[in-house]
């Protein structure tokens, strides 16, 4: 799957497998891959069900991730988790979104 996504004054195609990460900015999502980001009106739900079949997952109620950027998850106390992505960055890892990471990890 392709989206179309405005990028310095023209629209071009970007392909689900260079998307690293959206994340929710308000009213906007900003699709996150290859070193640039692209600002779309949109919601991070309306994105996260046209990805439900890529290798996408929703680790908190602001970021979508690619599965395969995942490299591991760890426990930081009081119940609450980070994932550790490919470039080594810690996200926070929502606890509504726990189980269903956990699932598509097949922990």
Do not use: C
Not at 80 to 105: F, K, M
């Amino acid at each position: 799957m392709d989206f179309w996504v405005p990028y310095r004054g023209s629209v071009i195609r970007l392909a689900t497998d260079r998307i690293e990460r959206i994340e929710a900015e308000r009213d906007y999502i900003r699709i996150i891959g290859e070193g640039r980001s692209y600002l779309l009106r949109a919601t991070l739900g309306d994105m996260e069900s046209r990805l439900a079949s890529q290798s996408f997952v929703r680790i908190h109620r602001s970021t979508v991730i690619d599965l395969t950027r995942i490299k591991g998850m760890r426990h930081v106390g009081a119940g609450a988790w980070v994932v550790i992505d490919a470039d080594d960055t810690e996200r926070p890892v929502g606890r509504n979104y726990l189980s269903g990471i956990r699932h598509r990890l097949r922990l």
